[in-house]
């Protein structure tokens, strides 16, 4: 189940009425740009089997090069509108991909 803390931020409640799982409740990050540019370069990392625990038989590099495409995107319908800790992160996150996704798709 999840509520609303005091700030508004989304958190996992508990369905049971005390002991050590009532007192677990994780807090949801806001959602900002960076941590959206974030997400979407651990889901391309994933897909390029890149993350712990992907086996190499579900690397996936036309979905990773779909997420590497949805950044590029980004970074094209903001040009301008960025801030430049933005703008870096999400230059930075673009070249580590691309180098990865050569690195991967260099056998195919």
Known sequence: MTD??????????????????????RTLREMT?????????????MHLGEMDGVPDDERDLDAARHTIDTLVVL?????????????????????DLRMKFLRHAGGR
């Open 33 to 45: 740009f960076s941590t959206h540019i974030i997400s979407l370069n651990a889901m391309a990392l």
């Open 4 to 25: 609303k803390d005091r700030t508004g931020r989304i958190v996992d409640t508990p369905e049971t009425d005390g002991g050590p799982e009532a007192l677990k409740s």
């Open 75 to 95: 970074k094209e319908k903001t040009a301008g509108n960025l801030t430049l800790e933005e703008e870096q992160l999400l230059g930075s996150v673009l070249y």
